[in-house]
């Protein structure tokens, strides 16, 4: 019982101080912004001149930021909202990844999963639209420009149009039947994939598969498999300067000729070599993808993996040591520079940005689950910790939505001096900003100064004292009176001047 008396007065005392602190000067207010804190429960702060302000409720559950036209809200994790007023847009994530929306003057979105979609395209013909929507696959509807408007209700009916690699699809009790269009070719599937049929101009094949299966377009390829995969031929490019030949016995021989590449490989994946003539280029696996080289004009490897590994272009490098223990990476060019180091993929990760023309550079370094690092082109850093996601997947919407929630730590910094630390959201934070300086540790201590003033609270101001330039106050329960001594440097210069007038 005295444990639930002492929250209830806790709470009782940080209600009351809530007036004081508004009961502020309004032109200070005006000029300088307003920091009202009330931990967990509220966190306020407002900058006019920057056209900022920023209301946090339940640490970082409930946001709600102005920033010039932009506006954000979020109820984390459930929804992050940002809407701009000038740009017309808006965008909402909803348990991110599940489920988003976006709006601008030409498109608006909503999508679940990426399986339940749903577009309406607004065109500058009046009140014209054109609408899809998607719930894959069950459900498919749109217009096609030069198709008109289609349907799928898949597995029963269907037909689509311009989607999926394909000009048409259409099918009937799927698997039972389907048809597709690609480049006037048309392809019909029974009982699919194992009977079809292929036929378009110059064109005719079938297959039964996996046992056997032809095709042929007079002049421009011949394709056959027999027991796929062991067994596949094809003639390709007939059309083209460049015709090859294909054949496969797995994985006994493959080879491939034309006038620009010539390869081999025995017994794959074991014994191998390429001759890419147009690229000048040769390359040979002794246990394809682990153990091979390459050399070339362009690119040379060098590849004994799991223990080492180079890979080396005009404008790139890759190592490896010990994968996946050790990956170093560069990307070298007039415009652009990146490199890159990584250990067991995730667990550390440091990446550097640069652009020489301009001078700016970007820099991530993360420690799983510990901490992440950032620095943008603008010259802001940031640190934050811990970091149970941010390293294994560095996603804006990770960002908005979830990494708030766990950051106990954060910090940021530029240039020019300025920063802000915030710890158990914003249980203690400190804030410096040109010549101004504010920190809190709550409720026991606040403190705020810029030039000459001074603002000192204890117990969010049970006890206050004061330093305006030069004059100076005391006040105890929150009175809007108390101790005043001292004169304030524009009243000492007004008294120091008005002697010398009145000898004129």
Partial sequence: MSIIKFAIAVLLFCLFSVSPVFAEDAASRVDNGTIFTLWPLLDFRESPQDGYSNLSILGPVFKLQQRGDEREMAIRPLIFQTTNRHNRTSSAEYLYPLASSASTPEVSTVQLIKVIQNNVYRKNEGEKQDKSSMFFPFYISGKSEKYGPYTSIFPFYGDIYERFWRDEYHYVMFPLYGRTVKKGTTTRNYLYPFFATIEGERESGFQFWPLYGQSAKEGVYNRRFALWPIFMKEQIGLDTDN?????????????????????????????????????????????????????????????????????????????????????????????????????????????????????????????????????????????????????????????????????????????????????????????????????????????????????????????????????????????????????????????????????K
Avoid: C
């Fill in 243 to 503: 015709p090859t030949d294909k054949v496969t016995i797995l994985p006994l021989y493959a080879a491939t000729d034309s006038q620009k590449k010539v390869s081999r490989s025995y017994l794959w994946p074991f014994f191998g070599y390429t001759d890419d003539i147009a690229r000048s280029q040769k390359e040979v696996d002794y246990f394809w993808p682990f153990w091979l080289t390459v050399r070339g004009e362009a690119r040379n490897v060098t590849s004994l993996l799991p223990f080492y590994s180079e890979d080396k272009g005009k404008e790139t490098l890759k190592r490896w040591y010990l994968w996946p223990i050790y990956k170093h990476e560069e990307m070298n060019s007039p415009a652009f520079s990146q490199e890159r180091d990584r250990i067991l993929y995730f667990l550390y990760s440091d990446n550097r940005e640069m652009w020489p023309k301009d001078g700016s550079n970007r820099r991530r370094t993360a420690l799983w689950p510990l901490f992440v690092y950032k620095r943008d082109p603008r010259g802001v850093s940031s640190f934050s910790m811990p970091a149970p996601v941010e390293p294994v997947f560095d996603r804006d919407g990770i960002e908005r939505n979830w990494a708030p929630l766990w950051r106990l730590y954060q910090q940021k910094w530029n240039d020019r001096g300025d920063s802000a630390v915030s710890f158990l959201w914003n249980l203690y934070w400190h804030e410096v900003r040109g010549d101004g300086l504010a920190y809190e540790i709550f409720p026991l201590v606040a403190y705020s100064s810029e030039n000459k003033n001074r603002d000192l609270k204890l117990l969010k101001g049970l006890m206050r004292y004061r330093n305006n330039n030069g004059g100076k106050s005391i006040s105890v329960l929150w009175l809007p009176f108390g101790v005043h001594w001292g004169k304030a440097e524009a009243d000492v210069v007004a008294g120091d001047a008005e002697p010398s007038r009145s000898r």
